[in-house]
Structure formats: C-alpha cells, structure tokens
C-alpha cells in the first residue's frame, strides 16, 4: 500500500550510477586503520592480482541486522575504482570503540556477481553485547560500526526502535538520524518499504531517485539499494545499531501478492516471477539479512528471541502466498468505494500467510515461554472501518482490502490462537507491530468491536475488556501521511473504530518501545519536517499495555537506560 491516486508511467531501464557519500569520518578511518593493517599484514602476499590492482572506497557505509545470542550479520559495500573480478576485503570485530580488543577477524571476497558487497554472518560472540567492526580492502578502511547481540536468559529490559516507509524521494530521512543518536536501543525494527519502486515525481519530488524511471531490472534494484545506502542519515542508523526487517510491497512494486503486483504491467515489464527474482536478489545483496531459505528466497518469516522478555516473530505477507486484493466497489458519498464482509471477502482460502506460514506462527505463540510475543508484520491488523456494526448486522462497511480486513477469515484464525481451545490455552500478553499506512494508531484488537458485549464476543471500549492483544501502528519515516491538520477525520475514524486509543495522520516519525516483564509501553516520536534536514523531535503520545490485561492503557515518556554503550566514532 502507500501509493499515489495516479503514477504517470516513464520507461523501464538503467541509469550511469553516480557515487557519493557524507558519511564516515576521516577520524574513524585513522582509529581503526592501525588494527586492521596489523591484523594482516602477513595475509597480503596471498591477494590475487586483481586485489591489488586500482582503488576502491566505501561509499555506502557499514551496517549490522538479523542479530542472535551468540552471532550477527554485518555487511558493507565496496565501491572498486574500475570492476575487476574480485575484491578481498578483511574485518574485525571488537570490544571496543577503537578496536583494540579484537574478537574477531577475517577475510571475505565479493565481486560484481553480488554487486560487490560483503555480508559477514559474525560468530562466537556473547549475549547481550555490543560490539565495533570495521572492514578494509587495498588499505582504504571503512567507518566504524556498532552492533549488539541479542540477550540470552532473565532479561528486565529493552528498548527498541520501529521504522517503516522511507522514501527517499518523499523527503529526508530525519527520523533515522534521531534514532542513530539513541545509544540505549538493543535493534531497530523496520516493517517494510525499506524502499520504494517509483520514477521521478510519481510518488515524492523532494529528491530524484536513480535511476530516473521505474525500477524493473536487476541492474535497477541495485542502482535504487546503492542510492538509498549513501543518504547519510540511512548510513547513521545502520552504523550504530542493529536493524531486523522484512519487506513489504515496494521493496518490489506497489500492492504485490503471490502472483503479480498492481504496479506490474505484465509483458511490458517482463514477468512478474523474473520482476520477484531480481529485485529479492538485490534485496539480500544489499540488505543485512540472513537468507532463511536459498532455494526458496521468498521465503522470508523470522524469529528473534530477546532473552525470557520478547519472542518476535517477523511476518513474509506478500510474495509466498498472499491472494490477490479483492476490489472496494460499494461507493460512500466522501469517502470512495468501500466494500462488505461479503461473497468471496469470505472466502476461507483467502491468504496473507498461506498455511504454512500460519501454522508456524501459531506454534510459536502457543509455545514460546517469553514473557511478550511481538508480532512484526506489514499491513494493519485492526479493523478500519467506513461505517460500523457488529459481525451479527453485516460488521459494516471496510476502508482498505489490502490489510487484514480484506482477509477476515484469515484474521479470524488468528485471533483463534490469541483466545485457545479445547486443545490449546490462551495466548496473551501479544503486540503486533505494524507500518505500511504512513500514521500512527494504537488500538485494542477485538473480533467483534462493534459489538459493546464482551460475554457474546464483543469488546467494551470503556474497560477494554474483550481485547485479545494490542496493536501498535507506527507511521513513516518520510512517506506522505492523510492530510488532517484539524484531527476532525481522525475524530471521524475513532467514532466508527472504538477499539482505536490513538490515530494521528499527519506527522512522520518512529515508535520507541520500552519493554518490562510488567508492562510494554509505545512512545510516537515526530520530527518536525522531512522536507529538509532537521534535527528537531518532539514526543507526541504514550500507550502501554500491562502484563496479563491484553488491553490499552495511556502511558507516559520512559527513561532512557543509564550507562549506555558508546556510540560508535
């Protein structure tokens, strides 16, 4: 989702990539090029011929994902002054800022087969630490990174970051430069859209993407990977913490299911499997992601374990098995066309997850002892409705068939696994995470909000009670939101939708989660702009939910944790 009304169409094909960069200070570079010179120098004589030949740099900075107890990705790119065959690039992991406790060290080789860049699965590493690397290749060194493994056993605390929806052409990306600057997070959590597909003045005009049309080949993918890992403020989030993602629709095109995508004109674009293929593989290239499965890359469901507090699951819901959008046909004077829990809305096999995926995230909620299981997924898991009324009356009228309400029966064995049954207990304390609709909602999750009686299914606004989870939606990074500087439609939503606490369309930002056995609390933090830099935040809003209650309540700003680790140089 998060399109515009109308994309004017420019023709597919390449652009000459142009280098730059702003980050990476020459005073990283001077710290870390003694270690790394030191660590090898007695492995130079054995670099091939076309190491040793011509210049290289790096350009698109440092980053750290997919982080475990005991291992982390870390991954770079290096930009050769002219391509060669391969690039042997080293690396250290250290305890310390200036690298002088190394944990770890080796040596990686790339090539344009992989775009030239470095992906490096780090292991042997401790619970709960935070780590520095650095990489290095024909004696030009990189920026410093910083990273963090996940914790392992009793943890009484974390503290997390959620992004989503950062078009670079929409604007700047001033939220990531506000999250880089917090030195007490444990990961950031980015939902999806990572990137957006889109030609120049299609979907922002802020900045001009490269290439300058749509992007729909391989050589197209990576070009749009490599500009968005130069802006600096991109650079700067990757470089001091960890990133755990999955993608949405535009890491591909627009509105994408299992078998094509809204925006993929079939035959004039190639095919849609060839379109899939392409852009994953520069998304795994340019990504700090594991590959959960190679010979089926859209296969993309993960699991992070934070110690005894946070089970996370993480959600593929558009390219293995999603069905197709129904269409919205019923027209509402004001509001465009809408559309019923009707006909083939009810159909049973309709998918987000498909059934494999399903049962894989009902066994992990049914069986993880986490204190809190997250959920981090694409689309909006709560229901949004036009006009209200309770499932027994028809449930009302529905907003948007590309998230859950256009997959309601789906949604329901979902919310099967939060109630239990005969075989199996309830499931509580669960947080869903969501992106992809450019605003900031907290609500409780109910079957049946329309219905004021929780004894037959239903969910009393007042008390909460009848909320099965909670749901924390967060807005974009630099994608537009609704236009609604009066809040009135927002006023309009929460008197058809009771189970929203919270709705706010208009300003960009990020959650900032703060985790206790006791309760998990969402903060909305908004910069003041993203039409151009700026380095002004303010706290909007505070929701928690309370270990045991499965409900909302209003919360307040958090501390941030004392001692944190420095940030990396």
Not at 233 to 261: K, L
Not at 336 to 356: S, Y
Not at 502 to 510: A, M
Request: charged share 25%; net charge neutral; glycine share 8%.
């Amino acid at each position: 989702m998060g399109r515009p009304a109308h994309v004017k169409r420019t023709p597919p094909g390449t652009s000459r990539r142009a280098f730059f960069t702003k980050s990476g200070s020459a005073a990283a570079a001077l710290a870390v090029a003694p270690m790394l010179a030191a660590a090898h120098d007695d492995d130079r004589d054995n670099d091939d011929d076309e190491d040793r030949a011509g210049g290289v740099g790096f350009l698109h900075g440092v980053a750290s994902g997919d982080p475990l107890a005991r291992r982390v990705i870390l991954w770079t790119r290096v930009t050769p002054e002219a391509r060669t065959r391969r690039v042997n690039v080293r690396y250290v992991v250290a305890t310390d800022p200036r690298l002088r406790h190394v944990v770890e060290r080796g040596r990686v080789r790339t090539g344009p087969e992989r775009d030239y860049t470095v992906k490096v699965d780090a292991h042997g590493l401790h619970p709960g630490t935070t780590y520095y690397y650095a990489f290095e290749s024909r004696g030009v060194r990189s920026p410093i990174g910083r990273t963090r493994t996940l914790p392992a056993g009793a943890t009484p605390r974390l503290r997390l970051a959620v992004v989503s929806c950062s078009n670079h052409a929409a604007g700047y990306f001033n939220a990531y430069r506000r999250i880089a600057e917090r030195a007490d997070l444990d990961a950031v959590i980015h939902l999806g859209d990572y990137l957006y597909e889109y030609g120049p003045n299609q979907y922002g005009s802020a900045r001009s993407p490269e290439p300058p049309n749509e992007m729909v080949t391989l050589g197209d993918y990576r070009t749009r990977h490599a500009q968005y890992k130069r802006d600096a403020d991109s650079q700067e989030v990757h470089r001091q913490h960890p990133m755990i993602c999955i993608w949405d629709d535009h890491e591909i095109t627009n509105d994408s299911w299992v078998n094509g995508a809204q925006n993929h004109t079939e035959g004039a674009e190639g095919t849609w499997a060839d379109r899939v293929n392409v852009g994953l593989q520069a998304y795994y290239e340019w990504m700090p992601v594991r590959v959960p499965d190679r010979s089926q890359p859209r296969r993309n469901q993960r699991a992070f374990r934070f110690g005894d507090l946070i089970d996370l699951a993480m959600l593929e819901e558009r390219l293995s098995a999603r069905s197709q959008q129904l269409p919205a046909t019923i027209p509402v004077p004001g509001l465009g066309n809408v559309f019923a829990q009707v006909g083939e809305f009810n159909n049973p096999a309709r998918t987000l997850l498909g059934p494999e995926q399903e049962a894989w995230l009902a066994e992990r909620l049914r069986t993880s002892n986490a204190r809190w299981k997250f959920i981090g997924q694409g689309v909006m898991f709560a229901q949004l409705k036009a006009q209200a009324a309770p499932r027994a009356a028809g449930g009302g009228l529905f907003f948007n068939s590309d998230q859950w309400d256009g997959y309601q029966p789906a949604r329901d064995r979902i919310y099967n696994v939060f109630k239990g049954d005969a075989q199996h207990p309830p499931v509580n304390n669960c947080v869903i995470l969501t992106g992809d609709i450019h605003s900031s909602w907290a609500a409780d999750l109910s079957q049946d909000p329309n219905n004021p009686d929780p004894f037959s299914g239903g969910y009393d606004a007042a008390t909460g009670e009848g909320s099965r989870a909670v749901e924390f939606v967060g807005t974009s990074v630099s994608s537009p939101g609704l236009d609604d500087p009066t809040g009135s439609t927002a006023a309009f939503l929460r008197s058809v939708n009771p189970h929203f606490k919270y709705i706010d369309l208009n300003r960009r930002g990020y959650m900032l989660l703060d985790v206790t056995r006791e309760r998990a609390v969402c903060e909305w933090w908004y910069v003041d702009t993203v039409a151009s830099v700026s380095n002004i935040q303010t706290f909007g809003v505070a929701f928690e939910v309370s270990h045991g209650s499965n409900r909302l309540q209003a919360s307040a700003m958090t501390t941030p944790r004392a001692h944190a680790p420095a940030l990396a140089p």
